[in-house]
């Protein structure tokens, strides 16, 4: 048996649809699970759409995900002298044919279809030529003979054996007029040098299979296993596209979701594992198979993503979360200074509480980060004078205090709160508005030990 071979092979016309990325997973997740090889192919013979920032931009995005590849990117555009030596082989051995229909023509056939309510379907008028007279100002296109009759059947390893009429396949373009490969050639082509072994793509490729699986038979090459995944819906059912704000591994990583939980979540979009929810990179490549993979289109849950992301936030070691902070920080927000690194390592523990994204633990921060406390007008409004009287009795008794510790801090707020006639909240809320300008936020000891004192008393001078 062959070793096993699968590879991804986006186009680089447009940022890296998450659709893709599960696409890429689980691609590399057979070929993991099964010890075989996984290859990244960039499709760039769209010459007009296809740009290097978005080549680059897919191949950072996979490696920020963990999906890595076995050897160098592979770039189907170096590869296109061979895809037109196939495309001139299936001509003399009679599989493809010239059509010289001029744009004209082709436009008139698809205007009388969408007059009739039908699809468009090439009419196959140069299949059989022999009567038509070659014209001297158009340059032919070279068209795959695609069967007529009978039936083609390919078994998928997802969605079972799915069985269509040849008539309903058109004798579709190989080579366009100005000679250059069309992609269900390039495909066959390339995936016959790259000996891939398995094509795991999404089901809106399933009429493309049966199209390519002819080239395959006309070229007596060994065909390739099948598996369509069902597509990525957004919540109201529809075909998730680039125009939805959550359709991009972009619009992820800029609001901070972690790679370990996008790949987690994107793993179980339509696919299972007994009731298993949380997987490990090991537990992933031991369970994964293409059996697991449901046949219904899955439905993107933010809500989900939200909630496997804080399950990682909470339990990834604090150094590792921090770096990944700091890294979303410097890219997306603002670079943190040095000068408040040990602050934030030592208060990483309470500022990741109940925090879903990188965003909600760098908003929590803000408190440390930023000196510059802005106190709204509704906060402020809640610094009354028995508020100012709280935080001036805090005051005159921190700055006393030798040695830093929650128990030091408990023994003034319980004497504040006898003192004061007041509860807990009466010494907390004023406080912690003083020092962090907002009423919500991180417990008010935690606040008062992740800044210096000298800090603390400054912004406790400044409400008067």
């Known amino acids: 048996m062959s070793t096993v071979a699968t590879r991804f092979a986006p186009s680089p016309t447009g940022p890296l649809h998450i659709g893709g990325v599960r696409t890429a997973l689980f691609n590399w997740l057979f070929a993991k699970h099964n010890k075989g090889k996984f290859y990244l192919r960039i499709e760039d013979t769209d010459k007009e759409r296809s740009k290097d920032e978005f080549k680059n931009q897919i191949i950072q995005s996979l490696k920020w995900i963990g999906i890595d590849h076995d050897g160098n990117e592979y770039i189907q555009s170096k590869n296109i002298k061979k895809h037109i030596e196939i495309a001139d082989e299936l001509l003399k051995k009679g599989f493809a044919y010239k059509c010289y229909c001029s744009e004209k023509e082709i436009e008139e056939q698809k205007t009388r279809a969408k007059k009739s309510n039908m699809p468009y379907f090439y009419n196959r008028k140069w299949r059989d030529a022999k009567d038509l007279e070659i014209p001297n100002d158009v340059k032919p296109v070279i068209r795959f003979k695609s069967k007529i009759s009978g039936n083609s059947i390919v078994k998928d390893l997802v969605q079972?054996?799915?069985n269509i009429s040849n008539s309903t396949i058109e004798d579709f373009i190989i080579l366009r007029k100005d000679g250059s490969p069309t992609y269900q050639l390039s495909a066959v082509v390339d995936d016959h040098k790259m000996n891939i072994t398995h094509v795991i793509r999404g089901d809106d490729h399933k009429i493309n299979t049966f199209k390519q699986?002819?080239?395959?038979?006309?070229?007596?090459?060994?065909l390739p296993e099948f598996a369509h995944i069902p597509l990525i819906h957004s919540k109201e059912g529809k075909k998730l596209s680039k125009r939805d704000n959550a359709s991009t591994l972009t619009d992820y990583i800029k609001i901070g979701i972690l790679p370990e939980s996008l790949k987690n979540y994107l793993l179980r979009l339509g696919w299972s594992y007994k009731d298993k929810e949380i997987f490990s990179l090991e537990e992933s490549i031991k369970h994964?198979?293409?059996?697991?993979?449901?046949?219904?289109?899955?439905?993107?849950?933010m809500d989900r993503i939200l909630s496997i992301n804080e399950h990682y936030i909470k339990n990834l070691d604090e150094n590792e979360l921090f770096e990944?902070?700091?890294?979303?920080?410097?890219?997306?927000?603002q670079k943190i200074d040095q000068g408040y690194e040990k602050s934030l390592i030592k208060s990483i523990h309470f500022l990741k509480n109940k925090a879903k994204k990188l965003e909600d633990i760098y908003q929590n921060a803000q408190y440390i980060i930023n000196e510059n406390i802005i106190i709204s007008d509704q906060d402020s409004n809640l610094l009354d004078k028995v508020s100012k009287k709280v935080i001036k009795d805090f005051l005159n008794s921190y700055e006393k205090i030798d040695k830093l510790d929650k128990e030091s801090l408990e023994k003034i707020i319980k004497y504040l709160i006898i003192n004061n006639n007041t509860n807990f909240k009466g010494v907390g809320q004023p406080l912690r508005i003083a020092l962090t300008g907002s009423k919500f936020g991180p417990g008010i000891y935690d606040i008062i030990l992740s800044l210096t004192k000298g800090e603390v008393i400054k912004r406790l001078k400044m409400i008067n």
């Open 160 to 162: 079972g054996e799915v």
């Open 288 to 301: 994964f198979n293409l059996d697991g993979i449901g046949k219904s289109p899955s439905k993107l849950d």
């Open 324 to 333: 990944n902070l700091k890294k979303y920080a410097e890219e997306y927000k």
């Open 213 to 222: 699986k002819q080239i395959y038979e006309a070229m007596k090459w060994k």
